[in-house]
């Protein structure tokens, strides 16, 4: 163990230490990350988790994307 360590690296260590972190869901399976690299990720999950449309939406970030 460092001699210093970060207090959030402390943290997470203790709480894997307890075994806090061994029986999430998803446990050994891959992310899905499927907008690595798009700044507006958190907008599109956030619109496709709450079932709007947006469709609208699209066609304005498609439009700026192009120029």
Do not use: C, S
Not at 13 to 41: M, T
Request: cysteine-free; aromatic content about 8%; charged content about 45%.
């Amino acid at each position: 163990m460092p001699r210093y360590e970060p207090f959030a690296d402390r943290i997470v260590r203790e709480a894997i230490e307890r075994g806090e972190f061994d029986n999430l869901p998803g446990k050994g399976k891959p992310l899905h990350l499927k907008r690595v690299g798009d700044p507006d990720w958190w907008i599109k999950d956030k619109l496709e988790r709450e079932q709007l449309d947006h469709g609208e939406l699209r066609r304005q970030w498609r439009n700026r994307r192009d120029g």
